[in-house]
């Protein structure tokens, strides 16, 4: 909190909601292309590469800091910025026909009286509008938005504030106080105040857009941050609320508080008609499975708040908390007025203790909906972005978002298959889980608050999740599914008892994630698992395949005939490929694993 205190005191003749404007310093001078006939412009193609050598390379955290280090360089024809964000500057040029598929983007820069050639389209400067103001707030990150890959060693803040104010695309800034070496994370665009995360220590800079000069009530010169309320929840009441009816001998459950939602109705359901008798949420489930029903999650929960769904009864939901919602004053016990309470566990027993407590009712759907955003065609069939029961973020893991493609005929897409997609059109403002574990949204166009910046994937961190669509009562993200998939197979090549085939699951180089993966592959096709005895022989016999594959050991191996290649090997030898290279090889295609190779009998 000191410099926080320090802070405070240096804009201590601001007014409360005054900016804080900073001088970013000299530019880098004017531009002199004369005695050539280079221009400023560039046509550019999405996940293709232009293979060529470097005139100069180095990391830069923008396309636009690539853009500009070419236009100085009047060797430089053409520019590659790659997944890893290097900028290559090219002194050739490729047409779109001598493209090949890469993570990057390519820049092929016009001459004077030159126009865009076929299958490349113009490249458009980002232009966000930022101004050379801040506004702050004390103990918050924007996470995953990084412009560098590790935070900058520049000190005090004002030099950090200088530096973002030079890049277009920065949009704020996260000050960490304390650390005493590299404090400044300059951040891409800027996170929604509600997309903040909490992080003692961290003052966080959003740059404003040029015509705006005062800072919104949520920022300004930062101070205490507002203490959370620590009341205890209201406990509904020890009387349940007019019941229908006694009902007859046995057990029949009761529904209460019927309510339409989009994809069918949520209702809550006694037990034998007898208040909180379900234990957790596996027998919530049950209860729900029993009359055809599913577990709500938070986000039907909250839809049906919205459309009038009040009841004085804690029920189970899919994330495995309970809550209850009040829609208008209840009276005493049933919460706050127009609210959902949270049921903690540790009131198990002692709320409705009357009817011999044990647990909670449960909150159940007559139907879920899945919804579908964003289908774009790709190679293997459509890439598809999957809302579980139509509300976002409701899928917990990665394994949970596989089960959500299979059950509508899909498959989980590959990082691959997303970079495809985006490069087709693919734009969806909702992280999806991908088969690497990992989580990615797009944006196509010009920036968008909360959507990232113009033509850019960016990554969803873990730390976000139940953050990120709070709005939504969010427990994960939602599911990147594909609707075809076919797998190439490439080099067969006969052996004694068979033939040795090398498999791409997806048509797709090194999207197996081990062993296990690669024998459902061959078994998709009526095969198994090579071993190192066939793999030799189908050598010997002329296998030649640049591509690892699995093989039954649980090694993997790849083979070339002939002369060396770079990267294929040396002249007429069998390869290994270590579990250490595994992502490093290929990344070209964002690659998890290796592919199969598979021995067909017969």
Request: hydrophobic fraction near 30%; charged fraction near 20%; proline fraction near 6%.
């Amino acid at each position: 909190m000191n410099s926080i205190v320090c802070l405070a005191v240096v804009f201590a003749t601001a007014l409360a909601k005054d900016p804080i404007t900073v001088d970013p310093g000299a530019g880098l001078g004017s531009l002199d292309l004369s005695g050539t006939d280079l221009t400023t412009s560039y046509c550019q193609a999405k996940n293709k590469v232009c293979v060529g050598k470097d005139v100069h390379a180095q990391f830069v955290p923008t396309i636009s800091q690539c853009v500009a280090r070419c236009n100085r360089n009047t060797k430089c024809f053409s520019a590659l910025l790659d997944a890893e964000r290097i900028c290559h500057e090219r002194s050739a040029r490729c047409d779109a026909s001598k493209l090949a598929v890469g993570a990057g983007t390519y820049l092929y820069r016009l001459t004077k009286g030159e126009t865009c050639p076929s299958g490349l389209r113009a490249y458009v400067p980002v232009n966000p509008n930022y101004s050379n103001s801040f506004c702050m707030i004390a103990n918050k990150v924007c996470p995953g938005r990084s412009l560098y890959r590790g935070r900058r060693n520049l000190k005090p803040y004002i030099k950090c504030l200088q530096k973002c104010a030079k890049i277009k695309e920065c949009g704020m800034v996260d000050y960490h106080t304390e650390d005493a070496k590299n404090p400044c994370d300059l951040i891409a665009f800027n996170c929604k105040d509600e997309e903040l995360l909490d992080a003692q220590g961290v003052v966080n800079y959003i740059r404003l857009p040029k015509g705006v000069d005062k800072c919104s009530d949520s920022r300004g010169p930062a101070g205490d941050p507002e203490t959370a309320p620590t009341q205890p929840p209201t406990q509904p009441p020890t009387q349940p609320p007019t019941q229908p009816p006694p009902p007859p001998p046995g057990c029949i459950d009761t529904f209460l508080a019927r309510t339409k939602l989009a994809g069918g109705e949520i209702v809550n359901i006694a037990k034998c008609g007898k208040r909180y008798q379900l234990r957790t949420k596996a027998d919530g489930e049950a209860l729900c499975q029993k009359h055809g029903l599913t577990l709500a999650t938070p986000g039907q929960l909250q839809e049906g708040f919205t459309k009038g769904y009040s009841v004085c009864h804690c029920g189970w939901l899919t994330d495995g908390s309970a809550k209850f919602p009040s829609v208008g004053n209840q009276g005493g016990g049933c919460g706050k007025p127009n609210a959902i309470t949270d049921c903690p566990r540790r009131y198990i027993g002692v709320w409705g203790r009357e009817s011999a407590s044990i647990g909670w009712n449960a909150h159940c759907v007559t139907k879920c909906t899945d919804t579908f955003l964003s289908r774009t065609a790709i190679k293997a069939g459509d890439i598809v972005n999957v809302a579980k029961c139509g509300h976002r973020y409701q899928i917990r893991t990665r394994e949970d978002a596989e089960a959500i493609c299979t059950k509508h005929g899909m498959y989980q897409a590959t990082p691959a298959q997303f970079y495809e997609g985006f490069a087709n059109g693919y734009s969806v403002c909702h992280c999806g889980w991908l088969t690497d574990g990992s989580a990615k949204f797009s944006n196509i166009g010009p920036a968008r608050s909360g959507c990232g910046g113009a033509d850019s994937i960016l990554d969803c961190p873990t730390n976000a999740i139940g953050v990120w669509g709070v709005e939504s009562n969010s427990i994960g993200w939602n599911a990147h599914c594909v609707t075809g998939c076919t797998d190439l197979l490439q080099s067969m090549t006969a052996i004694n008892g068979g033939s040795v085939v090398n498999i791409a699951k997806c048509g797709y180089r090194y999207q197996i994630r081990d062993v296990a993966g690669a024998k459902l592959i061959c078994q998709k096709y009526g095969m198994v698992l090579a071993t190192r005895a066939q793999f030799s022989e189908a050598f010997t016999k002329g296998m030649s395949v640049c591509h690892c594959g699995w093989m039954q050991d649980g090694t993997a191996q790849f083979s070339n005939v002939g002369p060396g290649k770079p990267g294929c090997g040396g002249a007429n030898q069998i390869m290994e490929c270590p579990t250490s290279a595994i992502g490093s090889w290929g990344r070209e295609q964002n690659s998890i694993g290796w592919n199969a190779m598979c021995f067909k009998r017969g």
